[in-house]
């Protein structure tokens, strides 16, 4: 905004301690900041106020545009709905014959792997069945290596 380089600014402190003195320095410096602050504060609301505005406007013209599109679309089709399309809200046939066959296809191997487990289980030998099939093995009692017999 204002290009002041380190120089003006030493000028300007300078000058300033010459017309208000040292003494008073602090006081002015308060004064001068509390003016800034209120500044900034009303730009940031002129700021805002401008930011809702275009906001507003860029809705209006997005409304607009789809009254239009809408309108467009209505006198294309005036039954509601497109002509290739489900009235269900379904996918298109394509899609949906696409998904059919992947669920046959997903089916199929879910049967294929199914069998093959049957088999698989009807060849394998039969575990013992009750208690002992619970329980693990019993291991003999392992002697201290410290004891003497």
């Known amino acids: 905004m204002f290009d002041i380089g380190a120089t003006e600014l030493l000028l300007i402190i300078v000058v300033a301690i010459l017309v208000i003195g040292p003494k008073d320095m602090p006081l002015a410096m308060r004064t001068a900041g509390r003016w800034i602050g209120k500044v900034r504060k009303l730009s940031g609301h002129f700021r805002t106020g401008l930011d809702a505005m275009v906001r507003e406007a860029e809705l209006e013209d997005m409304e607009k545009k789809w009254k239009a599109q809408n309108e467009k679309i209505m006198r294309e089709h005036p039954d509601g709905?497109?002509?290739d399309m489900e009235p269900t809200g379904a996918y298109p046939p394509e899609k949906a014959a696409e998904m059919k066959?992947?669920?046959k296809e997903k089916e199929a191997a879910n049967q294929k792997a199914a069998t093959a487990e049957a088999k698989a289980a009807e060849k394998a030998p039969d575990k013992p069945s009750g208690e002992a099939a619970?329980?693990?093995?019993?291991?003999?009692?392992?002697?201290?290596?410290?004891d003497a017999d």
């Open 81 to 83: 709905t497109p002509q």
């Open 101 to 103: 066959r992947l669920a």
């Open 134 to 146: 619970d329980k693990p093995a019993a291991t003999p009692p392992v002697k201290p290596s410290g």
